[in-house]
């Protein structure tokens, strides 16, 4: 996929958005909604079940199939 091909275009009242999409390790890609606050708008979410809260490198949440995945960091001192 090209830089280009990562991003969706939101379109509200004659104007355009950018909404870059960011693909993960697993699961779906997203939307950073960030620019949609720009627009005018909020975003709707009911039950949180399509947004995320946080941006993790560690972990991956599908509780809909019970997955939690997570890598362990084991810091080593002298």
Known sequence: MSEKDNIATLHVNGQ??????????????VLDI??????????YDPGFMS????E????????DKGI???TVVTQLTN
Request: charged share 20%; no cysteine; aromatic share 10%.
């Open 16 to 29: 355009d958005y950018e909404l870059p999409i960011i693909e993960g390790t697993l699961g779906d890609p």
């Open 51 to 54: 947004t995320a809260s946080t």
């Open 68 to 70: 939690l995945l997570h």
């Open 56 to 63: 993790s490198k560690i972990t991956f949440i599908d509780g």
């Open 34 to 43: 960030k620019a949609v606050p720009q627009a005018g708008f909020w975003t």
